[in-house]
């Protein structure tokens, strides 16, 4: 078969048996799709040959490149040995070897008194099911507390923690979950800190962070009634990449502690040096009870996350076998060894590397890129945390009018930028740019120059 041949049929059985994710079937079938065959660096191949920049980090969990000489060695090295057992009644060697890293990097990322350490790593395999094992943990730590009511969780507009239902009952995104109304468990909303389109019709900073004053009125209230507060420290990324205001964070820590309210950092999107810290809470010196890792703790290699609490929590569960104490939660692929020796490829290379301290300058182009971009007719808001980037458009820059989602104006974007060998994902009307942290600053700038033409040409062409 020649190679045009096989390619066709491959577009063939794709269409023919695959559904894919967030993705509305009828538009994709009616669609050439490209399909990956490769990577290298910051770029990915599809089948004809034709390179992209992945501008989006294949979904936010590439780190150091693809196909990174370090990662890939340690995966065949593993291989050599064992693939997979189980972490349900055994052990296994990467499993630990990570688990000790994990703690280490966490506490170098957060040296200041009076926090208590996050050292108890429980491993699932992807974010949704890190935030699932922290909504569970949470629950249960007060129940073996033996504080009767906890029961509900505090969550914000806006937010996204994955796709099993729990983290859709705590997620905020109306046109991603409220489809599901019937099946979720009931949440308090706190507004999101969305400056641009305060809910609170405020300014900031003349707002005094009044949103954070509203968060502080439900926990006030109902804290006999809150198990935890889950957030996306710092940027609220599936949600529009929604930068929170400077403190705003600090103060979501201060409102637990003070109101005996478990702190949730879901760091799936934020970890591993995205934000230009090693994580987002770091930021603002805000470390959580309970914190859930996962995208690009492989570097983008392997399914892996980690649920990871403090002491206290962990020795709530400790009993006697008859107390049923035991935290009832575990799967499958659990510490899969193969995804923990990639883990820990994916970290030693952040030391060797000194990834963080290369982010700077690659921040500072971004950084004034962004500016330059606000300029455009139909950018109505710029936002950043590090390396995670939005540019919202909008139909009317004065009024902020949004374009009609039905629009679909961030996936003309998308495509525009697709035909110039750049691949990128949009949020609604949001472009997101989110690229490896190993990018070059050459092939940072030429992803940002494609991304703007891209956004001139449909928007003002
Ligand atoms: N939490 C956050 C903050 C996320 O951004 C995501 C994924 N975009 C998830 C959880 C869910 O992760 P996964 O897709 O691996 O289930």
Redesign the pocket.
Known sequence: MGILEENRRLEELDKKYIWHPFTQMKEWLEDKPIIIAEGRDCFIKDIYGKWYLDGVSSL?VNIHGHRKKEIDDAIKEQLDTIAHSTLLGLSNIPAIKLAEKLVQIIQKSFPLPPHPPLTKIFYSD???TA?EVALKMAFQFWRHKEVDGKNTFVSLNNA????TIG?VSVGGIDIFHKAFGPLLFKTYKAPSPYCYRCELGEEYPGCKLACLKKMEKILKTRSNKIAALII?PLIQ??GGMITSPREYLKGVRELCTRYNILMIA?E??TGFGRTGKMFACEHEDAMPDIMCL??GITGGYMPLAATISTDEIYNAFLGEFKDLKTFFHGHSYTGNPLACAAALACLNLFEKEEVIKTLKGKIEILEAWLKNVLILQHVGDVRNVGMMAGVELVKDKKTKKPYDWEEKMGWRVAYQARDNGVFIRPLGNVIVIMPPLNISKQNLNQLLKVIRDSIVKVTEG
């Open positions: 936010w992807n974010g949704s935030v996204y923690h994955g796709d983290a996306e990324a599936a879901d799936v999107a996962s995208k």
